[in-house]
C-alpha cells in the first residue's frame, strides 16, 4: 500500500502552506514527518485524509486518486488527527464501535475487531470508563485503538505523543512500532528522538517545502559538516603549549587545535578536522609517537538535532 | 443508510449521556403540561388549543438549544475532523445529525398523547384536527431543526449558534403577524414564507400540499446548506 505525493500545493487564502512537494512512501514503511511549528505537515496529513483538498497536485493511496474516489480511500486510511479528539461522555467500548461502524466493519466482526484493539493497546482496565475520565496516555491509547480499529493499511499519525510524559511516551513509541509492522505509517513529529527511534527514513519539511528525505543515517552523513574531536591528554612536563600545538598541526587534514583547559595535570584539547577526513587514527599515533598519555578520545557526531536546526532556521 | 443508521444512533444516545435530554424534556412538559391543565380546570374546557397554540412559541428556545451542539461541539472538539475523514459522505453525517435531533424533539412530543387520552375520557374529542396538528409541529420541527444545524455547522461555539438559529426562526415565524407593515405586492410571497401560517393552515385539519411543500423543501434546503457549509473548509 504505498502512497505517491506529486507537486502538491495547498493554500490558506494567500498563505501557501504546501509548495509544490512530491514524495513516495513504499509498501510497509515507517516515515517520520519532521518540521518546525507550521511547517505543513498537519496540511499535508489532511490532504491525504482528504479532510482537505489541494490546490494542485496529486495524492494517490494504493494508485487511487484522493480527489476522485475519497471515500475508498478514507476506507483504507487508519487516522490519529493532531491534539486527539475524542468525545468525552463516551465509554471506551461504545466509542471504538462506533469508530468500527463508521469504518463499515462487517457487522459481524465488530465485537471481534474492538476486543482486539482492546487487547493490542492495553485498554483492559479503563474499557468502561467515560473517555473524559483517562489519563492522557489511556486516551492516546484509545486515540491509536480508533485509528487502527478497521486494520487500515495506512496509517497517520499526527504528533501522536504530544503532550505525555517520559514514561508515556516510550509506551505509545513502542505501541507504535509494534502495530506499525507491515503497514505503511507516516509519522508527524517535531521531536527528533522519536523519528530516531521509530522510523525508517525521515522526511524534513519546513516552510512547506520537503529540505531533507532520506534515511536518518544517510542525512547524518549528508550533512555531517565539520568534525570535532576532543581529546585528553596527560601533562608532560616536558612539553609546553605551542609543542602540542604544533605536533597536532602537522597531522594530515586538521584545521585547527585549540587547548579548552589547562588544569593541573591534563590538557584538554578540540581538534576540528576537515570535512569528511578522519583523523582520529593519526592524532592516536602522533600522540603515541610522542611518548605522551591518551586518556580520552572521542568526536563528535552531527545529531540529527544539528541538521534539524541547519535545515530549518534561516 | 447503515452509515446514516450509525451516526442517528450514537447522537440520539448522546443526547441521553449529558443532561440536556433530560433538562429540555422536563422543561418542555412543565410548561405545556400548565397550559393544559390550566384550560382543562381553571376554563373548564375539553381542549387541546391552548397546548397546540403554545408549542409553537416554546420551538422557537427549544429548538434552537437541542441543536446548537449538533456541529458545534464536534468542531469546537475536533471530533469533527474524524467524522469527516472516515469513509462515509457529508451528506450522510447531515442527515444522521438531523434525524437524531428530530428524533429528540418527537420524543418530547410523545408524551404529549397523554393529554389527548385524558381528554378523551372526559368527553368528544376531534381527532382528525389534532392528528392535523402533530403533523404541523413535527414538519415545523422539521424545518426549525434543518435551520439550527445549518446554524450550528456554521460556528464552533454553541451560544452563537443558538442566536442564529433563533434569530432566522423567529423571523420565519413573525413574517404573518407583520404583513400589515408589507407593501401589498409582496404580501403573499412574505406570508408563503412564513412557518406558522403553513403550521395553522394544517392545525385546521386540511393537510394541503402546497404547505406539505413548504415544509419538505425547507428542510431539504437547510440540509443541502449544512453540507456546503461543512464543505467549505475545503475552499
Sequence with gaps: ?314 | MNNILTIFKKELKSYFYSPVAYIVIVVFLIITGWFFTSSLFVAGVITMRNVFDIIPFIFLFFIPAISMRTFSEEKKAGTIELLLTKPITDFEIVLGKFFSTFGLAALTLAPTVIYVFSLRMLGPVDFGSIFGAYIGLLLMSGLYIGIGIFASSMTENQVISFIISFLIIFALFMMNKILMFIPAPIVPIVEYLSSDYHFSSITRGVIDSKDLIYYFSGIYIMLLLTKTSLEARKW
Design chain 1, 1 to 314: 500500500m504505498s502512497i505517491k505525493i506529486e507537486n502538491l500545493t495547498k493554500s490558506y487564502g494567500n498563505f501557501l502552506a504546501v509548495k509544490d512537494i512530491s514524495f513516495e512512501v513504499k509498501t510497509g514503511e515507517i516515515v517520520g514527518f519532521l518540521g518546525p511549528n507550521g511547517a505543513g505537515k498537519t496540511t499535508t496529513m489532511k490532504l491525504i485524509t482528504t479532510y482537505l483538498t489541494q490546490n494542485s497536485g496529486k495524492i494517490f493511496v494504493d494508485g487511487i486518486d484522493t480527489e476522485t474516489d475519497s471515500l475508498a480511500v478514507r476506507k483504507k486510511i487508519g487516522y490519529l488527527p493532531e491534539q486527539n479528539p475524542l468525545y468525552p461522555d463516551m465509554n471506551v467500548i461504545d466509542y471504538l464501535k462506533y469508530a468500527a461502524e463508521l469504518q463499515s466493519v462487517e457487522k459481524s466482526k465488530i465485537d471481534e475487531s474492538v476486543k482486539k484493539m482492546v487487547r493490542v493497546c492495553g485498554l483492559e482496565d479503563v474499557k468502561h470508563k467515560d473517555i473524559g475520565e483517562l489519563s492522557k496516555g489511556y486516551r492516546q491509547r484509545v486515540g491509536l485503538a480508533q485509528a487502527m480499529i478497521h486494520n487500515p493499511e495506512v496509517l497517520l499519525l499526527d504528533e501522536p505523543t504530544s503532550g505525555l510524559d517520559p514514561n508515556q511516551i516510550i509506551e505509545i513509541r513502542k505501541l507504535i512500532r509494534d502495530l506499525g509492522k507491515q503497514k505503511t505509517l507516516i509519522l508527524s513529529t517535531h521531536i527528533l528522538q522519536e523519528v530516531q527511534a521509530t522510523c525508517d527514513r525521515v522526511i524534513i519539511i519546513n516552510n512547506g517545502k520537503i529540505v531533507a528525505d532520506g534515511t536518518t543515517d544517510s542525512l547524518q552523513k549528508k550533512f555531517q559538516g565539520q568534525l570535532t574531536i576532543s581529546l585528553t591528554l596527560k601533562k608532560d612536563p616536558k612539553a609546553g603549549k605551542e609543542k602540542i600545538m604544533s605536533m597536532f598541526d602537522s597531522v594530515n587534514g586538521v584545521e585547527k587545535v585549540k587547548i579548552v583547559s589547562d588544569d593541573n595535570d591534563v590538557w584538554k584539547i578540540d581538534i576540528s578536522a576537515n570535512k569528511g577526513e578522519d583523523v582520529r587514527d593519526a592524532i592516536f599515533k602522533k600522540v603515541v609517537s610522542n611518548d605522551m598519555v591518551l586518556l580520552n578520545l572521542h568526536q563528535e557526531e552531527t545529531s540529527l538535532e544539528d541538521i534539524f536546526r541547519k535545515l530549518t532556521t534561516h
